[in-house]
C-alpha cells in the first residue's frame, strides 16, 4: 500500500509554470506505474501524464511540450514541471499510483491509490 500527498498547486498568471510534487510513503515507491490526473470544475477527472516503473512517460495531447513527468525514486517523490500554463489548465491535480508498473492507458480507474489533490488556479 502506498499513501500520497501532493503539493506546490497555487495560484499564477498564464504563460506562467508550476512544479507539482507527490510524497509517497513505504517502500515500494519505485515498483509503481504513476500518473497526474486532473479534475476542472464541474468535469470528470482526466488523466494528463503518467511514468512506468522504468521511467517511460505518456501525456495527454494537450501538454504536450509544456508539462513534464519526472519521478525521483530515492525520494519517493514524483513531479509535474507544468510551462507555459492556460486558464483551461485550472484543476485540481492528484497524483495517483498502479501497482501494475506499467501504462496501461489513460482511464483513471486503473489506478489503485491516490491522494487528496492540490488546486492549480491560471489567471488570464
Known amino acids: 500500500q502506498v499513501q500520497l500527498v501532493e503539493s506546490g498547486g497555487g495560484l499564477v498568471q498564464a504563460g506562467g509554470s508550476l512544479r507539482l510534487s507527490c510524497a509517497a510513503s513505504?517502500?515500494?515507491?519505485?515498483?509503481?506505474?504513476m500518473a497526474w490526473v486532473r479534475q476542472a470544475p464541474g468535469k470528470e477527472r482526466t488523466f494528463v501524464a503518467a511514468?512506468?516503473?522504468?521511467?517511460?512517460?505518456a501525456y495527454v495531447d494537450s501538454v504536450k511540450g509544456r508539462f513534464t513527468i519526472s519521478r525521483d525514486n530515492a525520494k519517493n517523490t514524483l513531479y509535474l514541471q507544468m510551462n507555459i500554463l492556460s486558464p483551461e489548465d485550472t484543476a485540481v491535480y492528484y497524483c495517483?499510483?498502479?501497482?501494475?508498473?506499467?501504462?496501461?492507458?489513460?482511464?483513471?480507474?486503473?489506478?489503485?491509490?491516490w491522494g487528496q489533490g492540490t488546486q492549480v488556479t491560471v489567471s488570464s
Open positions: 495517483a499510483a498502479d501497482s501494475a508498473g506499467i501504462f496501461r492507458g489513460t482511464l483513471t480507474q486503473r489506478y489503485d491509490y
Open positions: 513505504g517502500r515500494t515507491f519505485s515498483s509503481y506505474a
Open positions: 511514468i512506468t516503473r522504468s521511467g517511460g512517460c
